[in-house]
């Protein structure tokens, strides 16, 4: 790894989010939902980290912190900017965070309704460089053509509107929207699970490919694990509001060290009926961030639980170079993985 | 049973067609398949293929301005001493009391969107109830009793304070556990299910999928499962069906799909998918172009213009038809049966 690459383009430090809970006639803030709560990871640059977990487990509530479209309620968001100076995106005003907004971009799941309809093409990918003031015209007319023929899809195509483009086709428009600033941190949120599988393919190879050519750095949320494992270098897993498990793909899902990853590679449906394998079901639902349980959050559908588990919250602990696990048995036990 | 217990349904060159204003849409043309008792048979396709108006079609739900202009949907009743009769389903009055009968109490139907298929403004249990009612006479005791033991049978804890709570209060698992709950509740020997799972987190999906499987073994049901994700599929499936714009183009027993596809199309599609077996950070084989929209269907064979064998003056000019290749096996492509 050249020292380039091993350089922290972004950094999480103690993240946390609440959202308030309210009833009654005069609005009483009677809870918390704990959203996010203490989450810490890092992206170096050039890499892909993925933040995996079901829904309500923060990840996109995690991703939205980062790009200021929700203010933390406490934690650190260190990102190194172009300029190399290391800022607290977390702390920043609205006027401060406008600059910094050009060189983090996102994209959206839902190719359908992120595109405004009674615009044209050009509209929506010149709209970053409009909005920044960003060359004449004429540049803008070149730079769109550029970023088109980038993700796949003919400068022609620049006067038309996006119900005229397929679902696989809208997600390119987005992607070169959100390439139009030259950003050097991408959050995809979702951006395949909207789309057909043999489209899904595409976008993830065009996301591979762009990475490579442009030196981009991703910070991917998802749900889906094979699509995780196609892109990722390091995975995060997550679980009512925090990381329980974070390392290098190839080990999370060959070695998965907290039993929660093992039941969530466990759960997901083979495309081969000869490995039609004993899975782990694991019973009820996840935990209510509003009433989470005692100690370990996972521990009622966990069937390696102790006491220990029910009365102690277990810390991210770094059990293995870069493995880090959140689990009070993550030592002795040996779980299964995914072959390949 | 002896050996070769005829099909309980079987579709025959279906047709469904919707005519909005702007021209035809063909969104089932032409699918035939059987569906044998106690067997689970999965369709499976992209968006647009016609999996679901299909099973909307056997159901005889297909709304305007859709409607069946062709083929027959034969199901066989009776069973035991009694004579079996089929009964062409596309024949029948869509409102009429039979199809009233046969919705709900020969084929029962569960949904993708468990949160839109239940009424906001009633009870989960008023709704179980009315749906027993409809098809039994039974006091309304009878049918809250029968109630409780569907949503007990389908893994519901405490089933009695569940039924008088509403679907927005359930959570999404719960919710299509309900749901399979009033599919089953007047004991149909048929379940279509309709994307069941893709509104779900995989660890809930594994347990609506596992609950489907106990009740096939416990109740003899069978099932039709409607899906997108080829793992499903293969993780529960004895036969399947693969559709692509509105037509069957392979069909057969899960492993043959699998490990040895015939067509074209489900051969790219399973390179294609994203495996949690594959080498991290690898390029994925892709299907060039993407799925034709419904009113520019191409000539011939639908799957031509993305297709890599791809025959010039045969394939876009002749339609092919379903055709056996091998063991239960059939395929509609002009690489095993030339025009």
């Known amino acids: ?340 | 049973m002896d050996g070769n217990p005829p099909p309980i349904l079987s579709v025959r060159e279906l047709k469904t067609y919707f005519f909005p204003d702007e021209g035809t849409v063909r969104a089932v043309d032409g699918a035939s398949f059987d569906l044998y008792a106690r067997k689970t048979l999965g369709i499976v396709g992209e968006s647009g293929c016609g999996k679901s108006v299909t099973a909307r079609s056997i159901l005889r739900i297909v709304e305007r301005p859709g409607r069946i202009v062709g083929g027959s949907i034969l199901l066989r009743r009776g069973s035991g001493n009694d004579r079996p009769t089929d009964l062409d389903l596309t024949q029948l009055d869509p409102e009429g009391p039979e199809m009233r009968q046969i919705r709900g109490g020969d084929i029962g139907l569960v949904f993708q969107e468990p949160m839109t298929s239940f009424s906001p403004v009633h009870t989960i249990g008023n709704q179980i109830v009315e749906t027993i009612r409809m098809h039994q006479r039974v006091t309304e005791q009878q049918a809250r009793e029968r109630g409780v033991e569907m949503l007990h049978l389908v893994g519901i804890p405490n089933p009695e304070r569940r039924l008088d709570e509403f679907a927005f209060q359930l959570s999404g698992g719960l919710r299509q556990r309900a749901m399979i709950a009033m599919a089953l509740s007047c004991g149909p020997r048929i379940l279509i299910a309709d994307e069941p799972t893709t509104a779900l987190d995989v660890t809930t999906q594994a347990q609506i999928l596992d609950l489907l499987r106990h009740l096939q073994e416990r109740e003899g049901m069978t099932i039709i499962l409607i899906t997108h994700n080829l793992g499903v599929v293969a993780e529960m499936c004895d036969e399947v069906v693969v559709m692509y714009l509105g037509r069957v183009v392979e069909q057969g027993p899960v492993d043959a799909i699998f490990h040895a596809p015939k067509h074209p199309y489900t051969q790219a599609l399973l390179r294609s998918i994203p495996s949690i077996h594959a080498t991290v950070r690898t390029e994925l084989p892709t299907i060039a172009g993407s799925i034709p929209h419904p009113y520019n269907r191409p000539a011939g064979c639908p799957f031509y213009p993305r297709c890599q064998d791809f025959m010039p003056g045969t394939c876009d000019r002749n339609e092919p038809s379903l055709r056996p290749v091998g063991d239960g096996q059939d395929v509609s492509c002009f690489l095993y049966h030339p025009a």
């Open chain 1, 1 to 340: 790894m050249s020292l380039e690459s091993s350089v922290r383009l972004l950094e999480v430090k103690g993240l946390q989010k609440f959202f308030p809970i309210r009833k009654g006639f005069l609005k009483r803030e009677v809870g918390q939902v704990r959203a996010v709560d203490d989450v810490n990871f890092h992206v170096q640059r050039g890499e892909t980290l993925s933040l995996v977990g079901e829904s309500g487990c923060g990840k996109t509530t995690t991703a939205r912190c980062i790009l200021r479209a929700l203010t933390p309620t406490a934690g650190q968001i260190l990102f190194r900017g172009n300029t190399g100076t290391v800022v607290d995106v977390a702390r920043l005003s609205k006027a401060q965070l406008r600059p910094l907004r050009r060189q983090m971009q996102m994209i959206f799941q839902d190719p359908f309704s992120s595109l405004n309809p009674r615009r044209t093409l050009f509209d929506i990918v010149a709209e970053p460089l409009v909005a920044n003031r960003i060359g004449t015209r004429q540049d803008r007319v070149e730079r769109v053509a550029e970023l088109l023929r980038m993700v796949g899809l003919r400068p022609e195509y620049i006067r038309r509107y996006p119900h005229a483009f397929s679902g696989g086709q809208r997600q390119r428009i987005g992607i070169a929207r959100a390439l139009a600033l030259n950003p050097s941190l991408i959050v995809a949120d979702e951006p395949v699970s909207a789309l057909d599988v043999s489209v899904q393919a595409q976008i993830l190879n065009l996301m591979l490919a762009l990475q490579k050519q442009l030196g981009l750095t991703y910070l991917f949320v998802a749900h889906d694990l094979s699509v995780v494992k196609h892109v990722s270098d390091r995975v995060a897993v997550m679980y009512v509001g925090r990381i329980v498990e974070m390392t290098e793909t190839q080990r999370l899902f060959g070695t998965p060290k907290h039993p929660y990853t093992e039941a969530l590679l466990s759960a997901v449906p083979k495309p081969d009926p000869r490995l039609r394998a004993q899975r782990i079901v694991l019973e009820g639902d996840v935990a209510d961030a509003a009433n989470p349980p005692t100690g370990c959050y996972f521990h009622p559908r966990c069937r390696y639980a102790q006491d220990v588990c029910r009365r102690e919250t277990p810390r991210l602990e770094e059990i293995a170079p870069g493995h880090f696990v959140s689990c009070h048995r993550a030592r002795e036990l040996t779980l299964r993985g995914v072959a390949g």
